[in-house]
């Protein structure tokens, strides 16, 4: 057998601001210690023969083939067509010159449609394969772009650039999500999380338009009331990626958002609320001091009380699980992502010693995230929750962003 070549990917846990990065917000993921390894070796053509171990032994349609060109997309949300996507990109970029046809095999602990990047995870580990073979001279940042274009754009999924960021990267990153796409990579590295699968299959495809019709909906009626004053117009905008958002106060907003449909108003409310504790969570992973004031103001006076009975040692860990379990609040009762399936697993988490909850990904199934003191508490918290309904657990340090692996034979 020839030498192959192999890259590995992690899962990415979508931990502070969901359904953030669409609209221009930053987004804080976390790389995951679950991997997908792509292993590769020259086919002596033209043509990328790509098959999937994992959907093989599902019983799925696991083979695909294609060659160096524009690559028509299959359609059906087929694993191929993200593998497609990216050579489509880089033909389009002019960066396509050196490549060969190869057979690459692909295998992968992320459980698919869990909200853990599965898909992001391809595009970047083949992505970063390519570079590694070809001598491309991407950098990371290029290879994030890369995959995103893959997906968004050839692909067709109306995601944002979380994913595909956290994966190339790694690590725990603040992600600016308008040009040009800054990344933070945050020193709070002391995490440990207990990952939840809900078993419920979800799709970014059917989730994220809804969402965004919702919010293009308030912000139409809101730019159209002669009420609305022109201060606050300015930083709105007809789409919702147009707003300046972070830079709209609540208490700004919240007289005008009676000319809007409820559905819209919580839309529009999930975004400002999210973001602002969000940036109290960066607080926190930047070792800066949070106040008692943007605590209470942001999460009410119980949880300072209940953080006051924190040890010194705790007190940063229960104030980002007070943020998570607000967060998921918002996610479900603002932005209606969540299931009564997903309730009894966070509540379960939460029962069994967890310090905070969330759904990570787009939400209505795929996963749970879940802070942990440690892996006694997580081998507590992943029990319990598969008692309550969770088809699998892990425990999770923060893992490392794609990596180019020893070379070996086959898997």
């Not at 999380?193 to 994220?208: M, Q």
């Amino acid at each position: 057998m020839d030498t192959q070549f192999i890259v590995s990917s992690p899962g990415r846990a979508d931990f502070l601001n969901t359904h953030q990065d669409y609209k221009g917000l930053p987004v804080v993921p976390v790389a995951i210690n679950l991997r997908l390894h792509v292993s590769a070796s020259f086919s002596g053509n033209k043509v990328f023969t790509i098959k999937s171990l994992d959907l093989e032994r599902y019983g799925e349609p696991c083979i695909d083939s294609f060659e160096i060109g524009i690559n028509k997309m299959q359609g059906g949300k087929f694993f191929g067509d993200y593998l497609r996507g990216v050579v489509n990109v880089l033909v389009k970029r002019n960066i396509a010159e050196r490549l060969r046809g190869m057979n690459v095999t692909v295998k992968s602990d992320i459980p698919i449609g869990s909200g853990l990047a599965s898909s992001a995870a391809l595009e970047v580990a083949f992505t970063e394969l390519l570079n590694h073979v070809f001598d491309l001279g991407l950098s990371k940042k290029d290879v994030a772009e890369i995959s995103f274009a893959a997906e968004n754009m050839e692909a067709g999924i109306p995601c944002g650039r979380l994913d595909q960021y956290g994966v190339a990267y790694g690590g725990i990153i603040k992600l600016e999500c308008r040009p040009p796409y800054n990344v933070e990579e945050l020193p709070f590295k002391n995490l440990t999380f207990a990952i939840l699968d809900s078993g419920i299959r979800h799709s970014t495809g059917d989730i994220h338009p809804r969402r965004q019709m919702d919010i293009n909906l308030g912000l139409e009626a809101l730019m159209r009331s002669a009420a609305v004053p022109q201060s606050l117009k300015a930083k709105l905008g007809w789409r919702f990626n147009e707003p300046v958002w972070e830079d709209v106060a609540e208490d700004e907003i919240e007289d005008y958002l009676s000319i809007i449909s409820e559905t819209s108003r919580k839309r529009i409310l999930f975004t400002l609320k999210m973001h602002r504790l969000t940036e109290i969570a960066l607080k926190i992973l930047r070792f800066e001091k949070v106040s008692e004031k943007e605590i209470v103001l942001n999460l009410g006076e119980n949880a300072w009380k209940r953080l006051q009975k924190s040890s010194v040692s705790e007190f940063n860990y229960r104030l980002l699980g007070e943020i998570m379990n607000a967060q998921h609040a918002l996610l479900r009762d603002l932005y209606d992502v969540s299931l009564p399936e997903i309730e009894r697993v966070c509540e379960a988490a939460l029962e069994a010693g967890a310090y905070g909850a969330k759904i990570s990904g787009a939400g209505m199934g795929g996963s749970i995230i879940a802070l942990i003191k440690d892996e006694n508490v997580g081998r507590r918290v992943v029990d319990v929750c598969l008692s309550s309904g969770a088809k699998n657990g892990w425990i999770s340090k923060i893992g490392n962003g794609v990596r180019i692996e020893k070379t070996q034979k086959g898997f």
